[in-house]
């Protein structure tokens, strides 16, 4: 592979694997991006412009993604892009079934009309999430590539009927679609509405930490590097029509996690009192899945990929980059980044 369309690539997973393969490959990348609240030009600041080109643009618009295929001839399309907090997707459902439904499909199509045209090596990731399965309960085996589909959130309900359209697209037509489906994701670039970077911000400025319900919904907690290093190996070795599963074998409760949290940041930064004692619990959201947890054995066994950071040791990482890049959160936090997002046009 040496050239890729990243759809979503200025958001917290794209920004990160861009970032991954210009650093580590000789690829060039080609990012589009509608920078919707979530996606930040700044995630993206000091890449080379001769390998990395941002367009501004939404993948619903049929007519500019393909004349990015057939202006760039990529040899593979990573698609991030991706409406994904579920308390949004509840207060509004319809931007999710547009962006995550219509604008996968939209993607599908072009994508197959490029492959037909004679791109034979092309390949297309689809990345979504371990939500589309829905939930465990304690003790229950993990989710493998064949657990049924039981979505219980709007978020979840889009990006399942994403995973079946894209399995559809290579099913009845041949398109060479990968789907992979991940764990909770944590680590720089995250927007601070999820829960590591929420946590964090409100304990550095002495706010309360809000958690939902009795806390005891339990994640498998991934670093975002090693999703990065996961998706790459599937682009370019994984079996077309393939699901894989990615975990990072760190399953926890989301208490724990904040209290890990409180604890990293009164080592790193004291304050004047434990910052555990921020911690209010909430009313819980509705339909709030109890635990999500992933059997990755299959990506394993299969293409040699598994997690490299333990949880304490990627924590400690994302806590020290949110330290030192305050501005980057900070601006977010303060609605000040829109400013510079919303003044960028087409390209």
Request: hydrophobic residues 35%; aromatic residues 10%.
């Amino acid at each position: 592979m040496s050239k890729l369309l990243v759809t979503g690539g200025a958001g917290f997973i794209g920004s990160n694997f861009v970032r991954h393969v210009l650093a580590g490959f000789d690829h060039t990348v080609v990012n589009l991006d509608f920078l919707t609240y979530a996606g930040n030009r700044e995630s993206l600041a000091g890449l080379d412009p001769e390998r990395h080109r941002f367009v501004h643009g939404d993948i619903c618009d049929a007519e500019l993604v393909r004349r990015l295929l057939a202006e760039h001839r990529p040899d593979g399309l990573v698609h991030f892009a991706a409406e994904s907090h579920v308390d949004r997707s509840i207060d509004d459902p319809g931007a999710f079934i547009r962006t995550n439904v219509i604008g996968t499909q939209t993607l599908l199509d072009a994508a197959l009309d490029y492959w037909k045209s004679g791109a034979d090596d092309f390949r297309f990731v689809h990345v979504s999430t371990d939500e589309v399965y829905g939930t465990l309960k304690v003790g229950e085996p993990e989710f493998t590539e064949r657990h049924r589909y039981a979505p219980n959130s709007p978020y979840a309900a889009s990006k399942a009927a994403a995973d079946h359209l894209a399995r559809a697209w290579h099913r009845t037509y041949g398109l060479p679609v990968m789907i992979t489906n991940c764990s909770n994701n944590y680590g720089p670039y995250q927007f601070p509405e999820k829960l590591i970077p929420l946590m964090l911000g409100n304990a550095l400025e002495g706010e309360r930490l809000p958690v939902y319900g009795d806390g005891q919904q339990r994640r498998d907690w991934l670093f975002v590097i090693d999703h990065c290093k996961a998706i790459l190996r599937v682009l370019e070795g994984g079996e077309p029509g393939r699901v894989y599963n990615i975990g990072g074998n760190a399953e926890m409760a989301n208490l724990d996690v904040v209290h890990l949290l409180c604890d990293l940041l009164d080592e790193r930064v004291p304050g004047a009192r434990p910052r555990r004692e921020l911690i209010e619990y909430v009313t819980d959201r509705p339909g709030h899945d109890r635990r999500y947890a992933i059997n990755a054995e299959r990506i394993r066994a299969e293409l040699g990929w598994e997690p490299s950071v333990d949880f304490a040791t990627g924590l400690a990482q994302t806590v020290d980059w949110y330290l030192d890049n305050r501005d980057w959160w900070q601006r977010i936090r303060d609605g000040s980044y829109r400013s510079e997002r919303l003044g960028i046009g087409r390209t």
